[in-house]
């Protein structure tokens, strides 16, 4: 049994020195250099090429380089029969957690308005505002929303939460589906950490985002496919929103020709809120591995059906 690499815009590298550190005979390949198409039962992807897997016809498993398993599951070519994983990793949380709360403090600090004043070497001051002022949204109440809603809350700001079912957090006032409206129009900034499904791709719609306050400011770590970009450009012109923090986008990389590259209310990164270090995750896709080659059943497998 043979594992393959499949990861576009990802250094394979890393990976496969992290594998053989613990395992010196595991035969581990890097697509396309693939020898035996046949001998490959277990996938290892970040943003393949659509098709890609339907050339390996005993694939059993697709483990997810990352917390985010939607790259996987739009690819309507692999096999019901192939088992999708995703990475648990409290090194992932952490770093998800600590991202959401510096572009948090970066909107309430006025600071991409400080930024581009210094590229037009302006000298204005601008008040900002205390964090116990400031109410968070944070859609999705997983692994990464609760992370990061602890985290905003340690650091005094105002925390509202938006899942399926009522949570139950000290010091977190938790919204339901049917409370969306209500959620939105007390979120000055919303944090969008949901998972893709059909249900909330293009949830940041122009509609659902001119509920939010006037000037509210909209963080998404999530999904490029949540956020419909041309309704949030809309929205940053007619000034009901001040800033975006961006780090997925529908399309990646982000093209040249993008708007969102230049917009004044708009920070961008590259899709780097939260990166796997391999060495943290070995062990776990190597326990995987093993039980796939037992017959076991797999640890953090994804419902396909649910989607996360």
Known sequence: MSIVLVCNHRDPKPWVKAFKDKNPDLDIQVYPDVKDVSSINFAISWQHEQGVFAQFPNLKVIASMGAGVHHILKDK?????????????????????????????????????????????????????????????????????????????????????????????????????DELDQFLAESQILVCLLPITEDTKAILNYDNLKKLPENAQVINVARGQHMVEDDLIQLLNEDHLSLACLDVFQTEPLPTESKLWSHPKVSVTPHVASMTDPNSVVNQILDNFNRMENNKRLKNEVDREKAY
């Not at 192939?82 to 948090?104: E, G, P, Q």
Request: charged content about 25%; overall charge positive.
């Open 77 to 177: 070519t692999i096999p019901k029969s192939v088992k999708v994983t995703r990475i648990v990793d409290d090194n992932l949380t952490k770093d998800m957690a600590d991202f959401v709360l510096l572009n948090c403090l970066y909107g309430i600090r006025n600071l991409k308005f400080h930024a581009q004043n210094q590229l037009d070497k302006y000298w204005e001051i601008k008040s900002y505002q205390q964090p116990e002022a400031v109410k968070v949204g944070v859609m999705g109440f997983g692994v990464l929303g609760k992370a990061a809603a602890k985290q905003l809350k340690l650091n005094r700001f105002k925390v509202n939460s938006l899942s399926k079912s009522r949570k139950n957090i000290e010091g977190i006032t938790s919204f339901i589906e």
